[in-house]
């Protein structure tokens, strides 16, 4: 087939179909997207809120919860508990097919009257202990706020994208990880704070693609280093002299951070941080093959647009988890299911199209929601297979007639407003850029100000001067003044860690992660050093300088 050109139906930029994508779409029956890889990508995020959570009541058992649901949501919400429990019927809520009526609009009624668990937990990942403020997560125990995180996670906060991770705060995007602050791509490394695309590495600090360095200090591009401080080579007492006047004091470590800044810009940069990705374009890449437009994606063939997916296979823009998921389109949070279009949150499935927090078992859906153990139903409502296939034929030919077979459901009919979810950490919006391009905005979400009792300049420097007594109070963070508090799990964190407590507050320090991780966007760029053409997350503006893998690979390894 040939590639087409198109224009986005929402920000009319041009956008190509490829002969791949026409080839996928083919197999799965389903028409080409109106919509460019970014739009489609947004519309995708307004399902998956992960950190903007709120405390509500369960409308079954009256306990009182966190919620990734505003007090907006109308439709019910459970504690998890309640919600994966027999004490509702989501077959209750079984609405007749009106053929006189649009799809979408019968299956938004239907999403507004069904419960929904006060947060995502993937069942098949196992349950969270002790992890209250959790959300997209599974099989975590002591983790706070901690999202998109699952199996073998403990003692863990602020972060995003974990798995084998013990004792670590601050991470976006790492594994196999113990004792790690502040870090991002850090993989099987102990005692690191502040370490970027970090492997193999131990006792360090401020590293940026290092592998299999051991007490280091603010180095770039180190392999099996011992004693490096800002890539110069000292004695070992000479190393732990100056470290040791560094370490636990906010002010100290502040300089260091900026000095780290300017010195790292004097090296080159890989053009990505992919590894044994064969054939693929995108940015945190591991053991792939054939993926195209992918990020953050581990152990995946022959995907494209997806972003945060491991274990996945020929899948076309899906948001999150994929394990084990194949021929999924347009979907978040789906696993361990195949064929699946347009969907949220479905596990155990296949053929699923249209359908939301769906699992245990279930295939040959469409417009079902909370439904387990279930086999041809139409908005929730049991059906013969020939019926069930008639009145598929007709919504399908419906949403065909509109171009929208095989897009999501309008963002109007989503759970979430776009600066809740994640969309807005990614590829952020005004208000008023949402609300053209159809989507909710929330203009209270939680947070508080004014109320600190302890001002960032009172807060002792060193962190062996800090008394337990801070644990009770409000501090503000000096960049967007948000009212944040320590957790003691936290406290005793920084002291092992020889950490200053931070002066803003966790939402500011996630966020600024990923703006430090990089955009998810591909550029064309041309190696610093040979002059070929590249493709990489760095904008041709950047001031980093970039080279291709071969350049690269000669002058680091
Ligand atoms: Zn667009
Ligand atoms: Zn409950
Ligand atoms: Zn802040
Ligand atoms: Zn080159």
Redesign the pocket.
């Known amino acids: 087939m040939t590639p087409e050109s198109k224009n986005c139906k929402t920000c009319a930029q041009a956008f190509t179909i490829t002969a791949k994508d026409f080839e996928f779409y083919e197999k799965m029956g389903v028409q080409a997207p109106l919509f460019c890889p970014d739009c489609r990508f947004k519309r995708r995020t307004v399902w998956r809120n992960e950190k903007t959570l709120y405390r509500r009541k369960c409308a079954l058992c009256d306990k009182s919860v966190i919620t990734m649901y505003h007090e907006r949501a109308v439709h019910p919400v459970y504690c998890n508990d309640c919600w994966a429990s027999d004490k509702w019927d989501p077959r209750e809520y079984a609405m007749d097919f009106d053929f006189n009526r649009p799809f979408f609009e019968q299956l938004g009624q239907l999403l507004r009257v069904i419960p929904q668990s006060a947060t995502y937990s993937s069942n098949a990942a196992g349950p969270n202990i002790n992890s209250e403020y959790t959300n997209f997560a599974g099989a975590n125990k002591d983790a706070y706020l901690c999202f998109n995180s699952s199996i073998n996670n403990e003692n863990i906060a602020y972060s995003r994208g974990l798995m084998n991770a013990r004792d670590s705060f601050d991470c976006y995007y790492a594994s196999g990880i113990e004792r790690v602050y502040e870090g991002i791509n850090v993989q099987k490394s102990n005692s690191v704070r502040f370490g970027h695309n970090v492997v193999d590495s131990l006792d360090s600090w401020f590293l940026m693609n290092c592998s299999n360095c051991t007490n280091c200090f603010g180095c770039v591009n180190v392999r099996n280093g011992q004693y490096q401080f800002f890539n110069e080579q000292l004695s070992k007492e000479e190393y732990l002299n100056r470290v040791s006047e560094i370490v636990g004091s906010y002010q100290r470590l502040e300089e260091m951070k900026e000095r780290f800044k300017t010195h790292a810009l004097a090296f080159p940069r890989r053009e990505n941080q992919n590894l044994k990705a064969v054939n693929s374009t995108g940015n945190y890449l591991t053991e792939v093959k054939d993926c195209h437009q992918c990020f953050e994606v581990e152990d995946g063939e022959n995907l494209s647009y997806s972003f945060s997916t491991k274990i996945t296979k020929d899948c076309w823009d899906m948001l999150g988890h994929g394990r084990k998921a194949e021929l999924a389109l347009d979907s978040v949070g789906v696993g361990y299911c195949q064929r699946i279009i347009a969907s949220w949150w479905v596990e155990n499935g296949q053929n699923i199209e249209y359908s939301f927090a769906v699992r245990s078992s279930v295939s040959e859906l469409i417009g079902c929601v909370g439904l387990k153990n279930a086999k041809y139903c139409i908005l929730n409502k049991q059906y013969e297979e020939e019926e069930y296939r008639k009145i598929r034929e007709h919504i399908v030919r419906e949403l065909e007639d509109l171009g929208l077979y095989g897009s999501m459901i309008p963002p109007k009919y989503a759970f979430f407003a776009y600066n809740e979810a994640i969309g807005q950490d990614n590829l952020p919006l005004s208000k008023e850029q949402a609300v053209a391009e159809g989507f909710m905005w929330e203009d209270n979400l939680p947070e508080t100000k004014g109320k600190e009792t302890l001002l960032a300049e009172h807060i002792p420097d060193h962190i062996s001067e800090v008394k337990d007594s801070i644990l009770h109070e409000t501090l503000a963070c000096i960049q967007c003044s948000r009212n944040y508090r320590l957790i003691p799990a936290e406290l005793t964190f920084y002291r092992n860690m020889l950490l200053p407590i931070p002066h803003n507050c966790w939402q500011c320090r996630f966020t600024d992660r990923i703006k430090r991780r990089g955009p998810m966007t591909i550029f064309d760029r041309t190696?610093a050093?040979?002059s070929?053409p590249i493709k990489t997350s760095y904008a041709p503006d950047r001031p980093e300088i970039v080279?291709?893998e071969?350049?690269y690979q000669a002058e680091v390894i």
Request: charged share 25%.
């Open positions: 190696c050093k040979c070929k080279y291709c071969s350049c």
